[in-house]
């Protein structure tokens, strides 16, 4: 089975700059549909960045602009570089694949998640 593992969260001020990667361990049939959601304290979950098997890209309105997805499939890792971050993006974040024929921003279109690493932006 596949597994999802991210690493790279940590506390940074307004304005700073974090990569996230998301390692891919078992082995599964390449490219498919990865992305990265965060979810707050009291707020809902949200999709932050998905790319596609045709490695086709979409974000949120919320940080377009500021945060870039990628993957590197030789290293079976997915990443996501943050820059300018703002107090507002503090959040758990969470790296996920989906293995269906809908690639989105929507979790309900993910079958395998990771066990979430904390990102904190202090002002």
């Known amino acids: 089975q596949v597994q999802l593992v991210e690493s790279g969260g940590g506390s940074v001020q307004a304005g700073g700059s974090l990569r996230l990667s998301c390692a891919v361990f078992?082995?599964?049939?390449?490219?498919?549909?990865m992305g990265w959601f965060r979810q707050a304290p009291g707020k809902e979950r949200e999709g932050v960045a998905r790319?596609?098997?045709?490695?086709?890209?979409r974000y949120a309105d919320s940080v377009k602009g500021r945060f870039t997805i990628s993957r590197d499939n030789g290293k079976n890792t997915l990443y996501l570089q943050m820059d300018n971050l703002k107090p507002e993006d503090t959040a758990m974040y969470y790296c996920?694949?989906?293995?269906?024929?809908?690639?989105?921003?929507?979790?309900?279109?993910?079958?395998?998640w990771g066990q979430g690493t904390q990102v904190t932006v202090s002002s």
């Open positions: 996920a694949a989906g293995t269906g024929n809908i690639c989105s921003l929507l979790s309900r279109h993910f079958d395998t």
């Open positions: 078992g082995y599964t049939y390449r490219p498919f549909c």
């Open positions: 790319i596609s098997g045709g490695d086709t890209i």
